[in-house]
Each structure stands twice: as C-alpha cells, then as structure tokens.
C-alpha cells in the first residue's frame, strides 16, 4: 500500500530565507514520486517528480527535491523564498496504476 | 493549449438535487480521474478510468457515480447530494501506462456546497 506523511500543516518563512517542506512515503514499490503546487482558486500545477535515476531533481520556479531511498524521504526546498512561492504544496506517490496518492498539504506563507 | 476543463466552477444545491460536473481534455489521454479536497485531508480519489468504459473506485467513492462513453468527457454524478459531499472536487488526466514518466493535468476545480 501507498501512502504520504506531510509534516507540519503549516510553514512560515521570512523572504530570501530556505524553504524545506517535508515529505515521508511509504510503498511497496519503487515508488514515483511528485510535489504539486496550488495557487490561490487554482488547480493543481506540477513542480517536479522523480521516477528513476538522478536522485537530485530539479523543477520549476527554483524548487528541487532529493529522493532518499533510505530514508523514504522526498523534502521539497528552495534557496531563497519569495512572496510569490505562497501556495499550498502537495507531494504525491503514484502506484503503477496511475493512481496518485496525495499527502494532505503544507501550506506555505512568505513573511516579507 | 492542453487543458482540461470542469464545469461548472462553483455550484449551490440543495439535498438530493441530482447534479453532474463535466470534465473534458484535449490531450486524447487515456487515463482520468476525480479527486475531491477537503481542509486537512489533501486530496482523496474518488473514482479513476483506464479508458472508456473502464471504470474503478477510488479511495472514496460512496455517493459517486462516473461514467466514461468518450475518451474525453469524464462526468462526476451525484444522484442524491448530501451536505457531507461540500468539497472541492478535481478532474486530472494523464496518459496511462507510463509508469511515473507521465504527468498528470488538473482541472481548475468545482466547488460544490450542498445545503
């Protein structure tokens, strides 16, 4: 069975400071792995995902995720935050099925 | 421009009104589903199709109803709304069986509110 622990509901932090939003999976199988991200009355827009090789990956608007197989980790950061990265963010496993299975959110303010 | 597109992006029904959110893509992908967001709870499946006229529950699919005739066109039924099924409802498509290497595109949402 698939599942996706998201810590903390909630993150606060200061402009230009390191983003880091903590993703936990669990899977049976290696698993492919995404973060999304939701805009204010918007859907959802992919950020970036691993399915296999490089365990470094790089998406948009300067957000990378390292996938830790030995931790079951999948931690979204960003250098340096900016008032327009507020958004709720989603990581998400997917089974082979297609079917993805999302975490239940962080989300994000940028305090100027 | 790939899209997909739910109809309609706001909605205000009464108990066991039957409604229908459409949801079609432009992008001939095989694969598509529903989602439904709830605060704290991320979002849940609540059905998926392979292709048309295959069909399968997601993780909640009680209340629901889908049907897949046309590869594009992936309705959400609700027969009886109950207030319980206030939510922000997805549709997403992707190519099927790609494994990890497909991306999946989300509609721009339909918020339902069952009074």
């Known amino acids: 069975a698939q599942s996706v622990t998201q810590l903390g509901s909630h993150v606060s932090v200061s402009e230009g400071a390191l983003v880091l939003l903590r993703c936990n999976y669990s899977?049976?199988?290696?698993?492919?792995l995404f973060w999304y991200v939701q805009y204010p009355n918007q859907g959802l827009q992919l950020l970036l995902k691993y399915t296999t090789g490089a365990t470094l990956v790089k998406g948009i608007n300067g957000f990378e995720a390292e996938f830790k197989k030995s931790e079951t980790s999948f931690h979204l950061t960003k250098p340096s935050a900016h008032m327009s990265d507020a958004a709720e963010y989603f990581c998400a496993v997917m089974t082979g099925a297609n079917n993805l299975f999302f975490g239940t959110g962080t989300r994000l303010t940028v305090i100027p | 421009e790939a899209q997909v597109t739910q109809n309609p992006r706001y909605l205000i029904t009464v108990t066991g009104k039957k409604l229908t959110v459409t949801c079609s893509q432009n992008m001939n992908h095989e694969y598509m589903s529903w989602y439904r967001q709830d605060p704290g709870l991320g979002l849940r499946q609540i059905y998926y199709?392979?292709?048309?006229?295959v069909t399968d529950k997601g993780d909640v699919p009680e209340g629901y109803k889908v049907s897949r005739k046309e590869k594009r066109n992936f309705p959400l039924i609700l027969e009886s709304p109950s207030p319980n099924q206030t939510s922000l409802y997805f549709c997403?498509?992707?190519?099927w069986g790609t494994g990890g290497d497909t991306e999946a595109f989300f509609g721009q949402g339909t918020r339902l509110t069952v009074v």
């Open positions: 899977s049976s199988v290696p698993p492919y």
């Open positions: 997403a498509s992707s190519l």
């Open positions: 199709s392979m292709n048309v006229e």
